[in-house]
């Protein structure tokens, strides 16, 4: 389930540097999550690193309308990243 940043959303920038797979990015008035390169950081993380160093409660969260299995999500990765193996216990 790709990840998706609601309107609480202060612009501190603080989730951009945070993901590998390059989705998020300043938006016309918040940040906004590419939902084809979020991969829920499956292949990256153990837990979603937006949300993690967001300083809002419930900013960053999954996106109910974006359901997808670990194993849509490493698929995801693995064509956003050839070539590279997912860090273990990620997926
Ligand atoms: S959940 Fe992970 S992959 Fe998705 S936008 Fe957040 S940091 Fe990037
Ligand atoms: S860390 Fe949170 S508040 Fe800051 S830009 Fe990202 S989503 Fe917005």
Do not use: F
Not at 39 to 52: D, M, P, Q
């Amino acid at each position: 389930m790709a990840y998706k940043i609601t309107d609480e959303c202060i612009s501190c920038g603080a989730c951009e540097a945070e993901c590998k797979n390059e989705a998020i990015s300043e938006g016309e008035t918040i940040y906004v999550i590419n939902p084809d390169k979020c991969t829920e950081c499956v292949g990256i993380a153990a837990s979603s690193r937006c949300a993690e160093v967001c300083p809002i409660d419930n900013c960053c969260i999954p996106d109910p309308d974006r359901k997808e299995t670990k194993k849509q999500l490493l698929e995801k990765w693995r064509k956003l990243h050839p070539g590279e193996e997912p860090v273990p216990g990620t997926y």
